[in-house]
């Protein structure tokens, strides 16, 4: 995830005055952030063990947003 938003921030300084590249690096960040939120979704099933399935929950939704204060949601 971290490399495509690299990437994506790399192409945007190379070009930033094309329009239709800063589409294409919305588009590259915003599927970096659904595969890096998948994956996460995906090892926590995957995960036999409770506290790593919190711990990745809890990674899932800090991307979406949620923020947490003591693991109670705020």
Do not use: W
């Not at 938003?5 to 192409?11: D, E, N, P, T, V």
């Not at 939120?37 to 399935?53: C, E, F, H, P, R």
């Not at 990745?56 to 947003?65: E, H, N, S, V």
């Amino acid at each position: 995830m971290i490399l495509a938003l690299r990437c994506g921030q790399s192409l945007s300084r190379t070009s930033p005055d094309h329009l239709d590249d800063d589409e294409n690096v919305n588009m590259m960040r915003e599927t970096a952030y659904r595969i890096g939120l998948q994956g996460l979704i995906v090892k926590a099933y995957q995960s036999d063990n409770a506290a790593t399935v919190k711990a990745l929950l809890l990674k899932a939704l800090r991307l979406l947003g949620v923020s947490f204060a003591n693991g109670k949601k705020s």
